[in-house]
DNA sequence: TTTATTTTTTAGGCTTATCTAAAAAATATT
DNA sequence: AATATTTTTTAGATAAGCCTAAAAAATAAA
């Protein structure tokens, strides 16, 4: 059994290597977990004793098949929780990650079974993330492209909100920006690289490099 | 914030000394917690520090106002936890403590409020435990008598079981014992406490005074 | 009431997960 | 290629929550 701590370093490497599967760095692991990076080494020997991580020191670290498995089991607990707490509670988008980090350690396979029959199998989470199956396959997203990386005048249906921060999240509420919104790329300005859009046809604004490499969706025309 | 284990200590606590509020002894608290005493008599200092517990050495401990309240919390959220999983994912009673025992400790009231009312702002578990209300008040229970106190040719409605283990509760099913379930003394056995019962006015068992003990019901007739 | 037993506390240790400071390795710059 | 900078690791500490063994206090028995 991991404890809660070892689950968290095993969720962030998967996080940050997906989908390139790059090795990551002692430091990235410390800066997300808001960690010393010290502790992050101590920890790593840990897990690579522990068959979870591939891991040789000053090369940075991967997951093993089994560490692997275990991080995609976390985050899809994490996204089931967070749809059980949107689509089930009536909680709005942007005030579920707190909980669903608490939520995706309980330790109990058929909880998350009859949760997810519950929630009738869903494919993705309210911020349109993908839920990996009792396997841990992930839903196909392939045609799904970055907001950031849209030419002018080409158009696309928001699918994801790759960042579950409530900060964003309430933000992209102000400008009315969710699942199944319409954006069409009016500018791009390359000095600081945001962008205008259009948002479903009528309202324009501005959106931040922060904010636009967080939107994904499908391209419209 | 209060951490797990310290929640657990005075959620105990409150238990070993419900309803009848007298002092608790460090042993009661480490056999029921499996640990030893002396980590036991640790806790209880740090306890006392944040002025949750009082508490003299070599005198017993009982819970203050706010440490009551803490305790009283924690249980309204296992109990509540334990009506979702069996109301809503179709648990059976038997299976939910484990898993209550982690999900009481999830902190957020707001998740708390929006669970009771989905759940439709129950008072008593699938267990017939009485649910405290949202300021800490029980739903009353007075009428209810233990079925190990009734005499001869008295009979009972069984309200509840006080004791949420698997190993009682599946045998429960067993010899065909559920809330709502009449239960008749036939015959009660000085030399053991056990007693002999009619269940619903059908099936004839013994059972024991560890059995008889846990079951409260209203007196019929 | 004195002695024996049980309960509780203290003292000293261990493990986990963190920290800071310093050393070592890798990377970037001149 | 030599030096400077950044990253990573090691070394040594700390706090929480547990342990065992021994001492102290309370309780029970003779």
Chains 1, 2 share one sequence.
């Not at 929630?119 to 950031?148: A, M, R, Y």
């Amino acid at each position: 059994m991991l404890s809660y701590t070892e689950e968290n370093y095993l969720k962030i490497i998967f996080i940050l290597s997906y989908p390139t599967a790059k090795e990551i760095s002692t430091n990235d692991i410390a800066k997300n977990l808001n960690i010393n990076a010290a502790s992050v080494s101590d920890m790593l020997k840990k897990l690579k004793q522990k068959n979870l991580i591939d891991y040789a020191k000053y090369q940075g670290v991967s997951l093993t098949q089994e560490g692997r498995k275990i991080a995609v089991n976390i985050i899809r607990k994490h996204r089931l929780w967070e749809t059980f707490l949107v689509n089930t509670l009536n909680f709005s988008w942007d005030e579920v990650h707190d909980i669903a980090e608490q939520l995706e350690h309980i330790q109990s396979n058929l909880l998350i079974e009859k949760l997810y029959q519950f929630l009738g199998f869903p494919k993705f989470d309210p911020h349109g993330e993908p839920i990996p199956d009792e396997n841990g396959t992930f839903p196909e997203t392939k045609d799904w492209i970055c907001l950031n990386s849209c030419k002018k005048q080409q158009k696309i249906e928001v699918k994801s909100i790759t960042d579950d921060s409530s900060d964003l999240l309430q933000h992209l509420d102000k400008i009315s920006v969710n699942i199944g919104v319409k954006i069409e790329v009016i500018e791009k300005n390359s000095y600081d690289k945001s962008i205008d859009v259009l948002i479903n046809d009528i309202k324009q604004c501005t959106l931040s490099k922060e904010i636009s490499e967080k939107i994904y969706g499908v391209l419209l025309d």
